[in-house]
Nanobody, 124 residues
Framework: QVQLVESGGGEVQAGGSLRLSCAAS????????MGWFRQTPGKEREFVAA????????YYGNSVKGRFAISRDIPKNIHYLQMYNLEPEDTAVYYC?????????????????WGQGTQVTVSS
């Protein structure tokens, strides 16, 4: 049974940093694209970042480019989202995700597996 468990959310002031972690289990995840989405009430789910299975290629949503960095520890099946220079507009529930096809995540805004979500709140 696949499980994705996020950690690292919390509250931070604008301009601060946070690092989210997602521990994956129940599958080898070799060949999977791992990523992050976020959602606020009343808005559609937004693609944030993705990293290919070998950790060498990354993708970012336009609103976070240059401020967020995704990475993965392949042997540990953990991927991370390092967030810098956070803005109040980054406030959302952040979900980690795992997809068998990169395009599902980066183009169609969906995934095969989801975590339960972790709240990130950025105060001004």
């Amino acid at each position: 049974q696949v499980q994705l468990v996020e950690s690292g959310g919390g509250e931070v002031q604008a301009g601060g940093s946070l690092r989210l972690s997602c521990a994956a289990s129940g599958h080898s995840f070799r060949g999977f694209t791992m990523g992050w989405f976020r959602q606020t009430p009343g808005k559609e789910r937004e693609f944030v970042a993705a990293v290919l299975w070998n950790g060498g290629t990354t993708y970012y949503g336009n609103s976070v480019k240059g401020r967020f960095a995704i990475s993965r520890d392949i042997p540990k099946n953990i991927h991370y989202l390092q967030m810098y220079n956070l803005e109040p507009e980054d406030t959302a529930v952040y979900y980690c995700a795992a997809a068998t096809e990169t395009a599902r995540m980066t183009r169609r805004g969906t995934s095969d597996y989801w975590g339960q979500g972790t709240q990130v709140t950025v105060s001004s």
